[in-house]
């Protein structure tokens, strides 16, 4: 059996493979996180690389196939953030400080002695940059100098979430290709045939991003979101209380669900829809209906602001307290201003 894409993205794999022959050497993929854009680029660079394709995607058994799957394919390199690598968190590299969030210069310059190679194939060579978008302005104009000029027989392939966050001169180097997000009906179904038991929740809590989805696929984590919506579901919460339930859960993770709860709040008030927790639309619907929709915007956008804090704080526990001090504020007309537990 080829190599074959996700349901979902079966238009453009077979349409990119029509004209393999042809492809550039530079192509930006855009897609929203979460539908496998990732897992698109490394199967497209793997049937590019191919000794023996079949119907011009992957075989899947040849020795270029066989390299790919132990991931050290010799014409081939990935580069991301240091955040995203697979080296153990608690290696000396990363052991006396947070990952980096970002691609460097220093990242790129690396590259130059695998471009100077000679392929070991007799084919091209690819490097994947994933997400294009955490290049920083100075790996972004050493990246450029390479699209410029192009090194002989070497593939760039850069996949963006967010590609109006890259430079127009970076984009103007490539040509794009626009990755679909799936209906809800095919993403479901596909996430059924995973085995997940609530494909539709799940798909909401992602913004309907199926691979997202099956992340979430651990009972810790649902847990965890019940324990905290049960709490910010109440007519009167106990934030002090509540905190002290969830005093232990990640704060990136609570923040999010704090977000996504306010956006429903609103979502609720000024269209009658709920979005990422249609389980607990009848209590959203009723906390909105107390609300104004002025103060649900005014306190989402304050948690939106708080993304810039909630890797960092100097103390998590008074952190949380504060988040939930403030919501519960919200609920009863107060001031809900955040005092930053840094």
Same mark, same amino acid.
């Given at each position: 059996?080829?190599?074959?894409a996700?349901?979902?993205l079966?238009?453009?794999?077979r349409?990119i493979?029509?004209?393999?022959?042809m492809l550039?050497h530079?192509?930006l993929f855009k897609g929203?996180?979460?539908i496998?854009?990732?897992?698109?680029?490394?199967?497209l660079?793997?049937s590019l690389?191919?000794i023996?394709?079949?119907e011009?995607?992957?075989?899947?058994?040849c020795?270029s196939?066989?390299?790919?799957?132990?991931?050290?394919?010799?014409?081939?390199?990935?580069?991301?953030?240091?955040v995203l690598?697979?080296e153990a968190p608690?290696?000396p590299?990363?052991?006396?400080?947070?990952p980096?969030?970002?691609?460097?210069v220093?990242?790129?310059?690396?590259?130059?002695?695998?471009?100077?190679?000679?392929s070991?194939?007799?084919?091209?060579?690819?490097i994947?940059?994933?997400?294009?978008?955490?290049?920083?302005?100075? +790996? $972004?104009? #050493?990246?450029?100098? %390479?699209?410029?000029e192009p090194?002989?027989a &070497?593939?760039?392939m850069?996949? *963006?979430?967010?590609p109006?966050y890259?430079p127009?001169?970076i984009i103007?180097?490539?040509?794009?290709v626009?990755?679909?997000?799936?209906s809800?009906d095919v993403?479901?179904a596909?996430?059924?045939?995973q085995?997940?038991?609530?494909p539709a929740l799940?798909?909401?809590q992602?913004?309907?991003?199926?691979? +997202? $989805?099956? #992340?979430l696929d651990? %009972?810790?984590f649902w847990?965890?979101r019940? &324990?905290?919506?049960?709490g910010? *579901?109440?007519p009167r919460?106990?934030?002090?209380?509540?905190a002290?339930?969830?005093?232990?859960f990640p704060l990136?993770?609570?923040?999010?669900?704090l977000?996504?709860?306010t956006?429903?709040?609103l979502?609720?008030?000024?269209?009658?829809?709920?979005?990422?927790?249609?389980?607990?639309?009848k209590?959203?619907t009723?906390i #909105?209906?107390r609300l %104004?929709?002025?103060?649900i915007a005014?306190?989402?956008?304050?948690?939106?602001?708080q993304?810039r804090?909630?890797h960092?704080?100097l103390?998590?526990?008074?952190y949380i307290?504060?988040?939930?001090?403030?919501?519960?504020?919200?609920?009863?007309?107060e001031?809900?201003?955040?005092?930053?537990a840094?």
């Amino acid at each position: 059996m080829p190599v074959s894409a996700l349901p979902w993205l079966e238009q453009p794999w077979r349409e990119i493979l029509a004209r393999r022959s042809m492809l550039p050497h530079a192509l930006l993929f855009k897609g929203r996180e979460g539908i496998g854009e990732l897992d698109f680029v490394r199967k497209l660079a793997q049937s590019l690389a191919c000794i023996q394709p079949v119907e011009q995607a992957a075989c899947g058994h040849c020795q270029s196939c066989r390299w790919f799957a132990a991931n050290s394919h010799p014409d081939y390199r990935e580069l991301l953030p240091e955040v995203l690598r697979p080296e153990a968190p608690d290696s000396p590299s990363t052991s006396e400080r947070k990952p980096s969030q970002q691609i460097s210069v220093d990242d790129i310059r690396a590259l130059e002695d695998f471009i100077n190679l000679t392929s070991h194939q007799a084919g091209s060579k690819t490097i994947v940059i994933y997400p294009a978008e955490t290049l920083n302005v100075s +790996a $972004a104009n #050493a990246l450029l100098k %390479s699209l410029e000029e192009p090194p002989p027989a &070497t593939r760039f392939m850069l996949v *963006a979430n967010r590609p109006s966050y890259l430079p127009a001169t970076i984009i103007s180097r490539c040509q794009q290709v626009a990755l679909p997000t799936p209906s809800g009906d095919v993403a479901a179904a596909w996430l059924r045939e995973q085995g997940v038991a609530e494909p539709a929740l799940s798909l909401a809590q992602t913004g309907n991003a199926p691979l +997202a $989805a099956l #992340a979430l696929d651990d %009972s810790e984590f649902w847990h965890q979101r019940k &324990t905290l919506l049960a709490g910010l *579901a109440t007519p009167r919460p106990d934030a002090l209380s509540l905190a002290e339930q969830i005093r232990e859960f990640p704060l990136p993770r609570v923040l999010g669900w704090l977000q996504r709860w306010t956006y429903d709040l609103l979502s609720a008030k000024s269209a009658a829809v709920v979005r990422y927790n249609p389980d607990f639309a009848k209590s959203l619907t009723q906390i #909105a209906g107390r609300l %104004s929709a002025l103060d649900i915007a005014r306190f989402h956008r304050s948690l939106v602001q708080q993304q810039r804090s909630v890797h960092h704080p100097l103390n998590a526990r008074l952190y949380i307290e504060q988040l939930l001090i403030a919501y519960s504020a919200l609920l009863s007309g107060e001031d809900f201003t955040f005092n930053h537990a840094r």
